[in-house]
């Protein structure tokens, strides 16, 4: 099973430090650039706090979420740095929720912009295993300390 955490943390492209998700100790970017084998991750910004626009930001946290158990959702988890919204680059997950957990199935690019992120997605790797697979409790967890943590940054 892996890991998944809130924490406090400044990107490399960052001016100071705010609310990120770690995986398996890891920043979300890096974790993806070295699971993924894509190094452009770690230019990537976390899509739950990454975005200007409001539709965008609450679209992010809606599909993060997770549903009903054997439900499948596209989320947007890492946007492009510079342009902080969904219509340049978007790195995607298929996150299915399944018997008390969260798994991410595939990952990729999506091919849809603003809120149809992910609609249409690019995927960069077949579904024969889960990339990833954390306990259902710990990644609710990890939601809600990230919004406090966001809410003490401010």
Same mark, same amino acid.
């Given at each position: 099973m892996d890991h998944i955490s809130a924490v406090k943390y400044q990107a490399d492209f960052a001016n100071s430090p =705010? +609310?990120?998700?770690?995986?398996?100790?890891?920043?979300?970017?890096?974790? =993806? +650039?070295?699971?993924?084998n894509y190094p452009d991750a770690n230019s990537l910004g976390l899509a739950q706090i990454w975005l200007l626009d409001d539709e965008e930001y609450n679209l992010?946290?809606?599909?993060?979420t997770p549903g009903e158990d054997e439900s499948s959702t596209i989320v947007p988890i890492l946007v492009c740095s510079d342009d902080m919204d969904f219509n340049c680059t978007v790195l995607v997950v298929e996150q299915l929720i399944n018997k008390g957990t969260v798994q991410w199935l595939r990952w990729g690019f999506s091919a849809s912009s603003g809120l149809e992120v992910g609609i249409s997605t690019k995927w960069e790797t077949p579904m024969k295993s889960p990339l990833a697979t954390f306990d259902r409790n710990e990644f609710d967890d990890c939601l809600k300390n990230?919004?406090?943590?966001?809410?003490n940054s401010q």
């Open positions: =705010c +609310a990120w998700i770690a995986i398996n100790g890891a920043p979300i970017e890096k974790w =993806c +650039a070295e699971t993924f992010a946290w809606s599909r993060i990230f919004k406090q943590i966001m809410a």
